[in-house]
């Protein structure tokens, strides 16, 4: 007896010099006592909607008070029922914990909650007994710093629990979409299981684990009267609705996330991804959500008219079932879905049926019109790498009238971006086709030939040099030798090859001829056109000073089109664009503000007068022009723009604006080339923009602009006073034989007679 008493105190004595010598050297916990865990960047639109986030981990931190009480409940009931009533080490559970690991009980953990805090706050991972001294010392030491509900509030929101989410509010979000504060006890359950094993109970990837799981902790959760038998009851027959992946955001933003990252980074450095910082947009959600899809679709309708290029790769399919769906499953992995674009692999295919197995084993079959865009692919005489067969991975896309259609991802891309031109705020911005598929955003870094759609700049400076709407300008053939370009020999031709004789300037715009655009540009002189451009923001050297800018040879970004389009819109003024209203940190302390841009004369580019006058003139082309089909779509009068396609078709513009919203649309190759013969800025991007238009300005009243001083209609047409008696009533071109020769402005006969002259030069 004594010798055994004499080997127990031995032991206690080694056990408390080893925490004599140990605990000094335990981490300091008063930090806790302010938990502050890394935060990420989060950015939303002007109502509060999440458009993304950028971190390492995934977090939204909740204070205890606003945990909601089911949550608790399920993570008490699992993990620590006993959380509130033990000093950080549960003897009863350890015990417990031993026999059930003795096989007489379901096997159980006997780590506390508190321990679990030490463990993943201050410790490592390896398991010996030296590392679990330090865990039961710094639990004591937890114990005696903090409250119960501290320690509780920060193992809710430090736990990983898989898809880069830490915490069970960001958990909550990941998995479900949703608010922790509107989890059901069903849900509870379902995210209570994952801190055991995030990965093997996670329920996008595990579901049968994770319901198995779940359906655990109702039971536990019951046994501990946390919820009632009835409670219990409905949690199990209740189907959860899992989100597909781990994005927790509703809207697809990706590109104005990644600028306001890029902005944020620029400001804070590294910290930007640990602080907590929320980002508030000037972004519309609804309207972004809009013009991303309105984008996807215009794309998609481009790409129906394209050439099929085959499969994306050919796999070798075994005999049995089971067999083939992991193999399919396997194989999808490398090609996911790419938004409503599918990926699926064939399973039996002739010139009237294909038959395909997408990743989660739902067979899709498609005939009749939904295999015309891969008709070559099913060809007898098809090329062995465009030949649709078993074991082809193929895309496909389900039509409105809910049948299958196979497709083929684009090769080519797009830009849209709206603005408010009345103060530059940024509504919408979709940068690409695909922000996965390619992060160059083409709204602020592409670098394209606006075409026709630059031509209303060359009008505007033409007004300010004594032409009218009603000039009179000869659409007839023009040649420019060498001599005269200083380079090559140029003839430039109108887009459909016609050539019309005079007509004025209004209808010269509005049918968008190159050689109205051209005349215009000499009587202004290409220096002076240069340097009115940049009034609009433009650069100097992106469009140099030759004749060729009247054609738009020049360079822009869709951004550059918005802010410049927005000068016409708003009366005149240059808005700068901006895309970040506030800054907040993570206790919502705004730490930057931004003020909303007033107008005022300082930011004056052109006359009122000459923004009027444009407008008028942009908005004959939404009547009766080139983009005639957005008054008649959308059925308002308050539409203005201009297409614009380039040389060879390489480019397609629409930019347009209504009072209260300025959009532009392009679309076009990285690499440019040709989008087609009969591919415009008309026919690609303005049913874009239409489609964006429809939804932007449901409930927007349709609006006029004021008449400004100086302006005055005469004869149904605008002028400016001084030119309202006739003085500039024009012709341009209607004499010159001589090769590029400068044009004449000589004074029109009376009214009565200029039907007779304009119908002898048709004739």
Not at 145 to 155: G, M, P, R
Not at 658 to 663: I, R
Request: charge should be neutral.
């Amino acid at each position: 007896m004594g010798l055994f008493t004499a080997g127990v105190l031995s032991v206690l004595l080694l056990v408390g010099i080893a925490m004599a010598m140990a605990f000094p050297n335990l981490p300091d916990v008063s930090d806790l006592s302010d938990y502050r865990p890394k935060l990420p960047l989060r950015v939303y639109s002007a109502e509060g909607t999440l458009l993304g986030e950028f971190g390492e981990e995934r977090r939204r931190f909740t204070r205890v008070q606003d945990i909601p009480k089911v949550m608790k409940d399920a993570v008490l009931a699992i993990e620590d029922a006993r959380f509130y009533e033990h000093g950080g080490v549960d003897y009863k559970g350890l015990l417990r914990a031993a026999l059930a690991n003795l096989g007489r009980i379901k096997s159980q953990g006997a780590s506390t909650i508190t321990m679990q805090v030490a463990r993943n706050v201050y410790l490592s991972s390896e398991k010996t007994y030296t590392r679990k001294i330090y865990e039961i010392l710094l639990t004591f030491k937890l114990e005696h710093s903090l409250t119960k509900d501290q320690i509780l509030e920060i193992y809710m929101n430090q736990i990983f629990l898989g898809n880069r989410a830490y915490g069970f509010a960001a958990a909550s979000e990941a998995y479900f979409g949703k608010p922790l504060s509107q989890i059901t006890v069903a849900e509870a359950a379902m995210l209570a299981g994952l801190p055991k094993a995030p990965s093997a109970y996670n329920p996008i990837n595990n579901p049968k684990r994770a319901k198995s799981r779940q359906l655990y902790i109702i039971e536990r959760m019951l046994e501990n009267n946390f919820i009632s038998v009835d409670q219990a009851d409905a949690a199990k027959r209740e189907v959860l609705k899992v989100k597909p992946n781990s994005d927790n955001t509703g809207v697809h933003a990706e590109y104005v996330a990644e600028t306001v990252r890029q902005l944020m980074f620029a400001q804070y450095g590294e910290a930007t991804y640990t602080r907590g910082l929320n980002v508030y947009t000037t972004l519309r959600a609804k309207d972004q959500a809009v013009a991303y899809s309105a984008l996807r679709r215009g794309i998609m309708n481009y790409e129906r008219r394209q050439v099929y290029r085959g499969p994306e790769k050919f796999i070798s399919l075994p005999g049995t079932q089971a067999e083939v769906e992991d193999v399919i499953d396997e194989a999808l992995q490398d090609h996911p879905d790419n938004g409503d674009v599918l990926a699926a692999v064939v399973l039996e295919a002739n010139p009237k049926k294909i038959q395909a197995m997408r990743a989660n084993g739902e067979l899709i079959e498609i005939t009749g019109e939904g295999l015309k865009p891969a008709q070559s692919g099913l060809s007898d005489k098809a090329a062995a790498n465009i030949k649709i067969r078993r074991g082809a991975i193929i895309r496909v896309v389900q039509t409105p009238k809910q049948t299958w259609e196979i497709t083929q991802l684009p090769e080519v891309e797009g830009a849209f971006v709206a603005l408010d031109p009345r103060d530059g705020a940024i509504k919408a911005m979709v940068g690409g086709f695909d922000f996965a598929k390619n992060k160059f955003n083409h709204v602020t870094q592409a670098w394209r030939q606006p075409g026709s759609s630059f031509k209303p700049f060359i009008y505007s400076a033409g007004l300010e040099h004594g032409l009218t709407p009603a000039t009179v300008i000869n659409d007839a053939p023009l040649f420019f030798s060498a001599g005269v370009t200083g380079g090559q020999a140029w003839e430039p031709k109108n887009y459909d090859g016609k050539f019309e004789g005079p007509m004025t300037m209004r209808r010269g715009l509005a049918k968008s001829k190159n050689m109205i655009s051209i005349w215009i540009l000499q009587t202004v002189g290409a220096q002076n056109a240069q340097d009115w451009a940049t009034r609009f923001g433009f650069d100097a050297d992106k469009h140099p000073a030759y004749l060729t800018m009247a054609l738009g040879a020049g360079s822009v970004t869709p951004m550059q089109m918005a802010t410049a389009y927005s000068v016409f819109a708003n009366g005149g003024y240059r808005v700068n664009p901006w895309l970040v209203a506030k800054i907040t940190d993570q206790n919502n302390k705004i730490l930057v503000q931004t003020p909303v841009p007033v107008i005022d004369e300082s930011l004056r580019a052109i006359d009122a007068r000459n923004a009027f006058v444009m407008d008028s003139l942009l908005q004959e082309v939404t009547r009766s022009g080139t983009a005639a089909r957005a008054q008649a779509t959308l059925k308002r009068t308050d539409l203005y723009g201009k297409t614009g396609t380039t040389n060879d078709s390489m480019d397609a513009w629409f930019a347009g604006f209504q009072p209260s919203l300025a959009a532009i649309t392009w679309i076009g190759y990285d690499t440019p080339k040709k989008l087609g013969d009969r591919e415009t800025g008309g026919g690609l991007s303005l049913p874009v923009w239409i489609d964006f238009m429809s939804e932007a300005l449901k409930g927007v009243p349709v609006m006029e602009y004021a008449v400004p001083e100086g302006v005055v209609n005469s004869g149904g047409e605008w002028f400016y006073n001084e030119y309202a008696a006739g003085a500039g009533v024009a012709s341009l071109g209607l004499n010159d034989s001589a090769e590029g020769a400068a044009p004449q402005v000589i004074p029109l006969p009376p009214e009565d007679e200029k039907k007779k002259i304009l119908d002898l030069f048709k004739n």
